[in-house]
């Protein structure tokens, strides 16, 4: 975003490990950091020109107001932050639905929006829904998170396996690292080469497939040599499709507990 579309002042309650990303990449990306408070008690490292305030200035408000603290503190916020100025309230809170939000902010306009950690290198997925459908608010949350990558209008029914999909998906895909290398190190491979081997591959397969016209079906094809070995890996996975259901377990769990979230947060 050019600092000429910026927004005048933008305040983020939270800067941990999302909020901390974001902040990091707004600022990179050329969103003045005087332009910036953070609002966060626990005293985040920040990009330099950052203001950091463990608590909001009394009877002030800025013109965005991001919430980026756990969705069990939304009401210990709620009580802290006057929002009724800001014009727009972006909520990265897992679950935490817009009527929830609505009831206890006054924003005029209130957008959910789910990150994922890669947004720290301008490569992530930004899942967005709002109670506006004003083209300008939608145009302002869509330029706040275009410098983070990969951004989404998504209906707000689906927004809890979104979370799970692309919001913990690095997660999994951290995970799905780790084994590969522990698979080639349990092999015989030297650990801190099997490592390095697996993000590698894992790096130029992601790229290739970000990259590709095919799908990643076809592309698993392309290395199966036919009668070789990647088919014998390959069949492994697919026996009873045991990875498609792995991963349809592990999103529903997570999905489980976005919604558990989200009632907890209407009472
Ligand atoms: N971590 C992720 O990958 C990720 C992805 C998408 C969405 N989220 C959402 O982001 C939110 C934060 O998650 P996180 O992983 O960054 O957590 P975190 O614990 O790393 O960060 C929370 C931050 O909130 C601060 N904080 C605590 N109480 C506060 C208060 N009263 N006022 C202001 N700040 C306060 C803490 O000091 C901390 O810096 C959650 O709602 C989560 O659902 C996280």
Redesign the pocket.
């Known amino acids: 975003m050019s600092d000429a579309q910026a927004p005048a002042r933008l305040w983020l309650?939270?800067?941990?490990?999302?909020?901390?990303?974001m902040l990091r990449r707004w600022v990179a990306s050329g969103i003045a950091s005087d332009r910036i408070t953070v609002?966060?008690?626990?005293s985040?490292a920040v990009p330099e020109g950052v203001r950091v305030l463990a608590?909001a200035p009394d009877g002030d408000a800025p013109d965005i107001l991001i919430?980026?603290?756990?969705?069990q503190?939304i009401d210990?916020?709620a009580e802290?932050i006057c929002s009724a100025e800001a014009a727009m309230l972006v909520?990265?809170?897992?679950?935490?639905e817009v009527a929830a939000l609505r009831s206890r902010f006054a924003a005029r306009a209130i957008v959910r929006a789910?990150?994922?950690?890669s947004v720290a290198i301008g490569k992530g997925v930004v899942a967005l829904h709002g109670d506006s459908e004003a083209p300008a608010l939608r145009a302002a949350a869509e330029a706040l998170m275009a410098p983070l990558g990969h951004v989404e209008w998504v209906e707000e029914a689906l927004f809890d396996v979104v979370?799970a999909l692309s919001?913990?998906g690095?997660?999994f895909t951290y995970r799905f690292i780790d084994a590969l290398a522990k698979g080639g190190e349990a092999l015989g491979l030297p650990t801190d080469q099997a490592l390095r081997l697996a993000r590698a591959t894992v790096e130029g397969s992601a790229m290739l497939a970000a990259q590709a016209d095919e799908t990643p079906a076809i592309l698993a094809d392309r290395v199966a040599s036919p009668g070789g070995s990647t088919r014998e890996g390959l069949n492994v996975l697919d026996a009873d499709a045991a990875l498609v259901r792995l991963l349809t377990d592990t999103l529903a769990a997570a999905t489980r507990r976005n919604a558990e979230?989200a009632a907890a947060a209407r009472s």
């Not at 909520?91 to 935490?96: C, E, K, M, R, T």
């Not at 789910?114 to 950690?117: A, D, E, I, T, V």
Request: aromatic letters at 0%.
């Open positions: 309650v939270g800067a941990g490990n999302m909020g901390g990303a609002i966060d008690p626990g985040p608590e919430l980026a603290v756990k969705p503190m210990a916020v802290a909520s990265i809170l897992a679950g935490v789910m990150p994922n950690l979370t919001g913990s690095p997660g979230l």
